[in-house]
T-cell receptor, first 116, second 111 residues
């Protein structure tokens, strides 16, 4: 089973709202990722968690706050977003994140976020 | 600078018309090359991982190959359900999981 689940599927929020995106995997993977994808563009890496610790933050604005409560769960907390943050937010996981042969990333279905 | 280029940007085929998609890369220390399929509004679906030049992998109508400079995704006798955007991504050594994506090839297969 190579399933990564994400909730919600769709989210509409105002610029003053606080919301959270959730991601879950039960493959025993120790690395989890958040990506942002705009229309007709490839995914852009936002954050990498390895063994529940943040290992990469690609200069993402502080209005995006990641959290990894345990090895199976990954959250992305959203606050004071801008309309240009509207995008498809993708979660992925891999067995490891060390640049080795176990790094195939499996993606979830994504959360379509619209910021009004 | 590490770079991944996919061509063509868009490809229209008739059902049964075989073709190939190209992914060329210039990176320092390739650790793996990945092919994904993405349908509109959905997450990328993993297809193949290739690690070394000369490696080939097949799945149904798809076959992926890898050389030292590029990878090809061959589609044999495509069907309309193969229509999607195909993404190529590479991982370089020591990158802690950072994938460098190409811009994708949008494939349309007409019946």
């Amino acid at each position: 089973d190579t399933e990564v689940t994400q909730t919600p599927k769709h989210l509409v929020m105002g610029m003053t709202n606080k919301k959270s995106l959730k991601c879950e995997q039960h493959m025993g993977h120790r690395a989890m990722y958040w990506y942002k994808q705009k229309a007709k563009k490839p995914p852009e890496l936002m954050f990498v968690y390895s063994y529940e610790k943040l290992s990469i933050n690609e200069s993402v604005p502080s209005r995006f706050s990641p959290e990894c409560p345990n090895s199976s769960l990954l959250n992305l907390h959203l606050h004071a977003l801008q309309p240009e943050d509207s995008a498809l937010y993708l979660c992925a996981s891999s067995q490891e994140a060390a640049g080795g042969i176990t790094d195939t990333q499996y993606f979830g279905p994504g959360t379509r976020l619209t910021v009004l | 600078e590490d770079q991944v280029t996919q061509s063509p940007e868009a490809l229209r085929l008739q059902e049964g018309e075989s073709s190939s998609l190209n992914c060329s890369y210039t990176v320092s220390g390739l650790r793996g090359l990945f092919w994904y399929r993405q349908d509109p509004g959905k997450g990328p679906e993993f297809l193949f991982t290739l690690y070394s030049a000369g490696e080939e992998k097949e799945k149904e109508r798809l076959k992926a190959t890898l050389t030292k400079k590029e990878s090809f995704l061959h589609i044999t006798a495509p069907k309309p359900e193969d229509s999607a955007t195909y993404l190529c991504a590479v991982q370089v050594g020591g990158s802690q999981g950072n994938l460098i994506f190409g811009k994708g090839t949008k494939l349309s297969v007409k019946p």
